[in-house]
């Protein structure tokens, strides 16, 4: 191997090649696999990321060889395990990505293992149950059963049965469901306001709800709406839309992620040719649609268009305000905000705009934890590995109860309860655009 350390480049993404039968082949998944570790066990720079990383260097360690060909194959799926996609290790830590010739894409290695261990084996009920965003939530959030499941989900009793069950952990946070989706608390909050662009923003917007939004957290669309709208971006609802896919991305379900795709991306990029820009209120969702779609599906060209098209809220806002068009007129000082930075938001590679606003808003500091939560989507929830989510959270959890901020905040609406969770000091978790409109002064909208 060349002797060169690292790379001075920027790191490029190589498309993923799941089409092709060797993508599935395990022997020379194996191979793979053996390769990277292989060059991980020599660097060992991403040991404090995620407990992907301690699993496999602990297996080097106890080998007989104390080298990576001292390691049983058949353990290797115990690092793919830990691996919940957060991306930090491809865009903060690795020395050896693209276009490096040691070619190091750790993610979407573990992705591909997903991916191969789905086609083999399938997942478990409650893998299957868990990813099943949409399904779940449709039910859960059906009037008077919301009321029940939220009852239950908060019930010691019953969540000992879950556990056992199911192998959902008793202590892990679960979501709440509302019969009051997103989608019907802004159904009446359009405005036809005139369509200013700025820089390469058009001043429309579609908003895609996401699942969580829609169904777990939609407050959060009519507090976009009214930030938006009270900077002169007219918003309107995706017309229709599925889960975006991740959470089949997670289990390696591939060609479920395709379905879901193939749902979604007809009209969104519609809505594109119309004219607008596209936003969500969960940084996952806006990932996928930046990032892992284009990369699975680089010959298409309306995934590429919807890419280009798709914008985190703050960042949106922040391309306005370079335009001189983002409104100054706060109303009220928030004090200290403790703001954690979600993974898949930092990787987005836009800085942090979320921050960067919110500091202009007079008496107001934020403090920004550039850690990871330790969430993902399934991990803090699974009985196997929510140990390893708390330990993972406990360096942000020290920094905002260390802080005592006014404040505690976070663009991944299920980061913030899990680390709200587990604080001492933070009762109620808040999304960065619901104290932006507080700090306009704007009034919270009562569902209809």
């Known amino acids: 191997m060349s002797s060169r350390e690292g790379s001075l480049e920027a790191p490029t993404r190589h498309p993923l090649d799941w089409r092709s039968p060797l993508f599935y082949d395990r022997e020379d998944l194996n191979q793979e696999l053996e390769r990277v570790f292989d060059i991980c066990h020599g660097c060992r720079r991403c040991v404090s990321l995620c407990d992907a990383f301690p699993t496999l260097f602990d297996l080097v360690d106890e080998s007989g060889t104390m080298e990576v060909d001292g390691v049983d194959k058949a353990d290797y799926p115990k690092v793919v395990d830990q691996c919940y996609l957060c991306d930090m290790c491809y865009l903060s830590k690795c020395p050896y990505v693209p276009p490096h010739e040691w070619n190091v894409d750790f993610p979407h290695l573990m992705l591909r293992a997903k ?37 239950l989900n908060a019930n010691a009793g019953f969540r ?48 895609y709800a996401t699942c969580y939004g829609n169904y777990n957290s939609p407050q959060l669309g009519p507090d976009l709406y009214q930030v938006f709208q009270h900077n002169g971006i007219r918003v309107e609802l995706v017309p229709k839309e599925q889960c975006c896919g991740m959470p089949k991305l997670e289990l390696g379900d591939l060609e479920s992620v395709e ?130 989510s708390v330990k993972i959270a406990r360096p942000v959890v020290r920094k905002v109860d260390q802080q005592q901020a006014d404040y505690f905040a976070s663009d991944c609406p299920m980061a913030a309860n899990h680390i709200a969770n587990l604080a001492e000091s933070v009762a109620e978790p808040q999304h960065p655009i619901s104290l932006l409109r507080m700090a306009y002064g704007l009034p919270s909208q009562e569902s209809p």
Request: hydrophobic share 40%.
């Open 115 to 151: 991916a191969v261990d789905f086609k083999q084996h399938g997942a478990s009920l409650r893998n299957k149950v868990l990813a099943s965003t949409d399904a779940v939530a449709g039910l859960a959030s059906i009037p008077l059963v919301d009321v029940t499941v939220n009852a």
């Open 259 to 388: 379905r879901a795709m193939q749902a979604n991306i007809p009209v969104l990029a519609k809505l594109v040719d119309e004219g607008y820009d596209l936003t969500a209120l969960v940084p996952s969702c806006v990932l996928m649609y930046k990032q892992e779609l284009p990369l699975m599906f680089p010959e298409d060209a309306q995934v590429q268009k919807v890419k280009d098209a798709f914008y985190d809220p703050f960042e949106y806002l922040w391309l306005r305000h370079k335009g001189g068009e983002l409104a100054t007129d706060f109303a009220t000082e928030l004090g200290d905000i403790s703001y954690q930075v979600a993974c898949h938001l930092r990787v987005q590679k836009f800085g942090i705009k979320a921050r960067d606003i919110l500091n202009m808003v007079p008496g107001t500091r934020v403090q920004a934890v550039e850690r990871c939560s330790g969430h993902d989507g399934t991990y803090a929830v699974r009985v196997e590995t929510h140990d390893n």
């Open 160 to 207: 000992k049965v879950l556990e056992s069950a199911l192998g959902v952990h008793h202590a892990a946070p679960l979501p709440q469901y509302h019969s009051k989706t997103l989608r019907k608390r802004v159904a009446h909050m359009g405005q036809d306001l005139p369509v200013v662009p700025v820089g390469k923003t058009t001043g429309k917007v579609a908003l």
